[in-house]
């Protein structure tokens, strides 16, 4: 294993001293592992929390700022955040109005987040979860109970977070963040495993001329283990998965990601984007916004994901509204 490291049992900790000399905007309590904005909280606004296992980076510390979270927690690698570090981000950034947790579908975040929203509740914050469950690859996999959580994830937070901007109330908040989530789809294929700090060896042996189709954002096993594909094989067969489980049809508008799982160049997700767009262009499918790029990551996987959301005239606009975070910024 070859990183940039102190010693592995550090690497959060070092993160985030990172992550806080680098974005001053940013608030980040090391002693309880978890990132706000700078500012506090704004009386009457929702507050929007979220978070999960590191090495996903830029999700979810990424995405803090005005128009998207108001705080993140981040766990350990590929671990939970635990209950009371979530509790401790929402009486963070509450304000009053309540806050929304949005939770990738993963059983122990599911659980841990249930269990600081009842903490929560008890302190008189009143909390909505979004669950986001979007992956078509597979269904009660390794680590979930029922399909994982994965791209829409940014979509997320970055309209969610734009409404919560505008002064919404809790409720519209949580519907909104449901209703992009319904509208979204991902699909995810793996050229390499990822090697994690503690173990120092990939997760798992995959040959040279393999790619693990419909792969988990920590490594879990796909629907199949098949031949490298080209750029417009692999496109295909994800849109194929995709768009079998939620068809759109001629002139629907889409909000589409390629992202990058940690150690592919943007030369290739780019490559790859081109493909998605000729096969959708074919489809008569608009593409009205895209995002290419490393979002929501596996450590240093060699990988990409593709994220389709069918987009009404609400979600562009939500999707167009400023957004000034270390990770997405524009409008500002």
């Known amino acids: 294993m070859k990183k940039f490291l102190n010693e592995a049992e550090t690497a959060i900790a070092d993160t985030l001293v990172g992550l806080a000399a680098a974005h001053p905007a940013l608030r980040v309590d090391l002693a309880r592992k978890i990132i706000t904005r700078a ?14 296992g590191s090495g996903h980076e830029p999700l979810h510390g990424g995405f803090v700022g005005t128009g998207m979270l108001d705080a993140a927690c981040p766990g350990e690698v590929f671990t939970s955040p635990v209950p009371d570090q979530i509790l401790a981000a929402a ?7 309540g806050v929304v947790h949005i939770v990738k579908n993963y059983t122990g975040d599911v659980m841990n987040f249930q269990m600081a929203a009842e903490l929560a509740g008890d302190a008189d914050i009143q909390v909505e979860t979004v669950l986001v469950n979007d992956d078509v690859a597979v269904k009660d996999s390794t680590w ?25 109330r809790l409720a519209e908040v949580a519907e909104l963040g449901r209703k992009v989530n319904a509208a979204s789809r991902s699909f995810a294929v793996a050229l390499t495993a990822c090697t994690t700090p503690a173990a120092g060896k990939p997760g798992f042996v995959l040959p040279d001329d393999e790619m693990e189709v419909g792969v988990g954002i920590h490594g879990e096993p796909g629907r199949s283990r098949e031949k490298l594909g080209t750029a417009k094989q692999i496109a295909g067969a994800a849109l194929e998965a995709i768009l079998s489980d939620h068809p759109l049809a001629p002139a629907d508008s ?3 990601m390629v992202n990058g799982m940690g150690g592919t160049p943007l030369m290739e997700l780019y490559i790859l984007f ?43 606009e939500l999707w167009d509204a400023p957004v000034d975070t270390p990770a997405l910024r524009w409008g500002v």
């Open 39 to 52: 500012g506090g909280p704004r009386k009457g606004k929702v507050g929007l929390v979220s978070g999960g």
């Open 91 to 97: 009486t963070a950034v509450s304000g009053g109005a």
């Open 144 to 168: 979930t109970a029922g399909r994982r959580g994965t791209g829409a994830t940014v979509f997320v937070e970055k309209m969610a977070g734009a409404l919560a901007e505008r002064g919404a």
């Open 254 to 256: 889409t909000i589409v």
């Open 274 to 316: 081109g493909e998605v767009a000729a096969i959708l262009n074919g489809k008569g499918i608009r593409i009205a916004r895209n995002l290419v790029g490393n979002y929501i990551t596996s450590l240093d996987m060699a990988g990409a994901s593709i994220t389709v959301c069918k987009a009404d005239p609400q979600m562009l």
